[in-house]
C-alpha cells in the first residue's frame, strides 16, 4: 500500500510528484510515460504560445529556481527562447522529470477501482497496486473533438491534430484544415512549410489574433510595473481578468455563472501573432463549416454550408478537446458512478479532491472548478502546492485525533 499514486507523468504529474516528495516518510509512486503527450500528440515545429512564466513547470519551494526554464537553458547550452519550441520544452519537462521525479515508473494504468475506502490501480501486465490516496493527471490527449460529419472516414483521409506529431508527411498533397484555432492555424502554417497545398475552414466570423495590433501597441507601451498589475505571470485571460484567473481558489469561490462567463472569455480560440505572417498566403475561409465529407476515389469529398465543394487528400482536424473524463478508459464502472460530474467536468473541492474521498483529478478537468489556468503548464503552480496543502491538512489532524485517543 502506497500512501499515493500518481497516474500521468506531463506537467502536472510531474510537478505533484515533485511537491510530494518534500513530505519526509510519504510513499509516493508516479506512473506513465514523461511528456508523452507532447512528444507524440503535437506537431514538430510547434511553438508554445504560453510566455515565458507561464512555461515554467512548478516546483516546490525548496528547489528554488533550480527546476526553471532558465536553470535548464543553461545546462542545456540553449536559452530557452519565446515563444519556446516544442522540441526544447520537451527536453525541459524530461530534464525536470530526471531532476525531481527520476523514480517515474514507465506503465499505463488499466483500471482504477476503490477497495474499501482505498484504491487499486491494476498496471499494464496485470500487476495491482494499492494506494491510499490517487491523483490522476492524465491530460486531455484522450479527449480530440471529432466532429460526426467526418464519422465515416478512415484515418488515413481525416485525422485530428492529436494523431500527428509530423506534419511534413503530407508534402505535396491537398489538405483541408477543419478550425480556427491555435491548433489548426499553426498545423496550416507547418503544413504549408512542408509543401502541401493547405486550404482552412473556420467556423467562427474573424480570427482573434492574440495580441491584435492595437493591444500589442498597448501591451508594449505600457511600463513594467502596469503591466505587472494588469497581467499575472499565468499568462492566462485579458488585463485585469488576468490577475483574477490566476487565483484559482478565488475563481473557485465566485458565483457559478460569474465562473462561466471568465472561463469563456478567457480561453476563446485565438491565434498566436507569429502566426500571421506564416499564413499569407494560405487560404482561410471563415464564417464556413463542413455539412457533409464523405469519401471519392481515394479521396475526401467536401461540402460546405454555402454548397461549395472541395476534393481533397486529406481533412485535418484541428477542432479541439472536449473534456469529459468519462472517457478515460480506467474507471471501474462503480467508481465513475460516484464521481460527481457536470457536462464531462468533475466538481472538486479543497485539494482539487473529487466527491470520492481520496482521488482527485487535475489538469484540465479541473477547469470548471478552479478556472482556465488549470488546462496550461501555468496551471501547476497551483494544483501542487494546493494537494500538498490539502494532505499536509489532513494528517495533522490525523495526528491530533491520534493524540486524542491516546490521551
Ligand atoms: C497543440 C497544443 C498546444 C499547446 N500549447 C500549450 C502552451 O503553449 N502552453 C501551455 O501551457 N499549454 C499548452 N497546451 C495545453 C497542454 O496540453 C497542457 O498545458 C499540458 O499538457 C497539461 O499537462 P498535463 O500533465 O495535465 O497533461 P499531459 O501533458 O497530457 O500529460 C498527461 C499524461 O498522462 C498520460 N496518461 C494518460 N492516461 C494514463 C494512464 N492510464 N496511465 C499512465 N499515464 C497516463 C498521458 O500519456 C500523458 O503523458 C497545448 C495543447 C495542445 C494540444
Not at 30 to 37: A, D, L, R, V, Y
Not at 272 to 277: N, P
Not at 293 to 298: L, T
Not at 361 to 388: D, E, H, K, N
Amino acid at each position: 500500500m502506497c500512501d499515493v499514486a500518481i497516474f500521468g507523468a506531463g506537467p502536472y504529474g510531474l510537478s505533484l510528484a515533485a511537491h510530494l516528495s518534500t513530505v519526509p516518510g510519504l510513499e509516493v509512486r508516479i506512473f506513465g510515460e514523461p511528456m508523452s503527450f507532447w512528444q507524440t500528440q503535437m506537431p514538430r515545429g510547434m511553438y508554445l504560445r504560453s510566455n515565458w512564466p507561464a512555461t515554467h513547470i512548478a516546483a516546490p519551494a525548496s528547489a528554488g529556481d533550480s527546476l526553471g526554464l532558465a536553470a535548464f537553458g543553461r545546462e542545456d547550452g540553449q536559452p530557452v527562447p519565446y515563444p519556446a519550441p516544442l522540441e526544447q520544452f520537451v527536453r525541459y519537462g524530461l530534464w525536470y522529470q530526471r531532476r525531481a521525479v527520476p523514480n517515474v515508473e514507465r506503465r499505463t494504468v488499466r483500471r482504477l477501482d476503490a477497495v474499501n475506502g482505498s484504491f487499486r490501480l491494476t498496471l499494464d501486465g496485470g500487476e495491482t497496486v494499492a494506494a491510499r490516496r490517487v491523483i490522476v493527471a492524465a491530460g486531455i490527449g484522450g479527449f480530440a473533438r471529432r466532429p460526426p460529419q467526418f464519422d465515416g472516414l478512415p484515418p488515413e483521409l481525416a485525422s485530428h491534430t492529436a494523431e500527428h506529431s509530423d506534419l511534413a508527411r503530407f508534402a505535396g498533397q491537398s489538405v483541408l484544415v477543419v478550425g480556427s484555432g491555435q491548433s489548426a492555424l499553426e498545423s496550416a502554417a507547418l503544413l504549408h512549410e512542408s509543401g502541401a497545398q493547405v486550404e482552412v475552414i473556420g467556423r467562427a466570423n474573424h480570427i482573434n489574433w492574440l495580441q491584435g495590433f492595437l493591444s500589442y501597441t498597448l501591451h508594449h507601451r505600457l511600463g513594467t510595473v502596469v503591466k505587472k498589475v494588469l497581467y499575472a505571470p499565468t499568462d492566462v485571460g485579458p488585463a485585469g481578468l488576468s490577475q483574477l484567473l490566476a487565483r484559482p481558489a478565488l475563481f473557485n469561490l465566485l458565483p457559478r455563472s460569474t465562473r462561466d462567463k471568465l472561463w469563456k472569455r478567457a480561453v476563446r480560440p485565438a491565434g498566436a501573432r507569429w502566426l500571421v505572417a506564416r499564413l499569407q498566403s494560405v487560404p482561410i475561409r471563415l464564417g464556413r463549416h463542413v455539412i457533409a465529407a464523405r469519401e471519392q476515389g481515394g479521396k475526401v469529398h467536401v461540402r460546405l454550408d454555402d454548397f461549395s465543394e472541395r476534393v481533397v487528400d486529406h481533412v485535418l482536424l484541428g477542432t479541439g478537446y472536449r473534456v469529459d473524463i468519462a472517457r478515460y478508459g480506467f474507471w471501474a464502472p462503480a467508481l465513475l458512478e460516484r464521481i460527481e460530474r457536470v457536462n464531462g467536468y468533475p466538481t472538486l473541492g479543497p485539494g482539487l479532491e473529487t466527491s470520492v474521498p481520496g482521488l482527485h483529478i487535475v489538469g484540465a478537468p479541473a477547469v470548471r472548478s478552479f478556472g482556465p489556468i488549470m488546462q496550461f503548464v501555468s496551471g501547476t503552480r497551483y494544483a501542487g502546492p494546493a494537494v500538498l496543502r490539502f494532505m499536509q491538512r489532513r494528517q495533522a489532524r490525523a495526528q491530533v485525533r491520534v493524540a486524542a485517543a491516546t490521551v
